[in-house]
């Protein structure tokens, strides 16, 4: 069974400091990861996902497969950005597969 | 569109007590499904649809059943409200199968909170 890891439930940055949001996931296969993010009185949305390879709000997640990691990263936070954020995988190779989640982490960017 | 849409926002049930959390789509989502968001332990899939008549568990599944009839709705019902079913429910729905940027990407509500006492 597949399993997403968000080891920090809070953290606490300095706008303009580095953020880093940390993922582990277990899968023996190949898995396809997501960051989702849940705004103030918004819905959870996604931020973004690996295989687009892309940068959304200037947060890059890089997949690790030696580390099975899919950390988060920003390098100079803004105060938008606190919020809860997710991590989430699903089986790789298949377009119907559920989605786990982590635990969530609640980021808080101070001014 | 709406897209998601889950009714009621809030709600406060009795021990014992039976509910149904309704959740509409508007997108002609053949996948759609129930998680819970409890402090600590983020999102937990409760129930999940593939496609009207078709529904299966997810990793917490007591205590609830769902139906699908039609492609739009898929309400998650409380048969007897237990505090432990205390949480914010999400519903979330997105096509099924097929490839390109939308896979698996999610569609959620905007959640309903429940509190039983």
């Known amino acids: 069974a597949q399993r997403v890891t968000q080891p920090e439930k809070l953290l606490s940055v300095f706008k303009g400091a580095p953020v880093e949001l940390k993922c582990n996931y277990s899968?023996?296969?190949?898995?396809?990861l997501f960051w989702y993010v849940q705004y103030s009185r918004q819905r959870l949305q996604l931020l973004l996902r690996?295989?687009s390879r892309e940068s959304i709000k200037g947060f890059t997640a890089d997949l690790n497969k030696g580390e099975t990691s899919f950390h988060l990263k920003k390098p100079f936070a803004q105060e938008e950005d606190s919020a809860m954020y997710y991590c989430a995988l699903v089986a790789g190779g298949t377009s119907y597969g559920k989605l786990t989640f982590g635990q969530g982490t609640i980021l808080t960017v101070h001014p | 569109n709406a897209g998601v849409t889950q009714t009621p926002k809030f709600q406060v049930l009795k021990t014992g007590q039976s509910m149904t959390l309704q959740c509409a789509q508007d997108m002609n989502h053949e996948y759609m499904s129930w998680y819970r968001q409890d402090p600590g332990m983020g999102l937990r899939l409760i129930h999940y649809?593939?496609?009207?008549?078709i529904t299966d568990q997810g990793e917490v599944p007591n205590g609830y059943n769902v139906s699908r009839s039609t492609t739009e709705d898929f309400p998650l019902r409380l048969l007897s409200a237990a505090p432990s079913q205390t949480s914010v429910y999400f519903c979330a729905s997105r096509a099924w199968g097929g490839g390109g940027p939308g896979a698996n990407v999610l569609t959620f509500g905007a959640g309903s909170r429940l509190t039983v006492l």
């Open positions: 690996h295989i």
């Open positions: 649809s593939v496609g009207a008549g």
């Open positions: 899968y023996s296969g190949s898995p396809e």
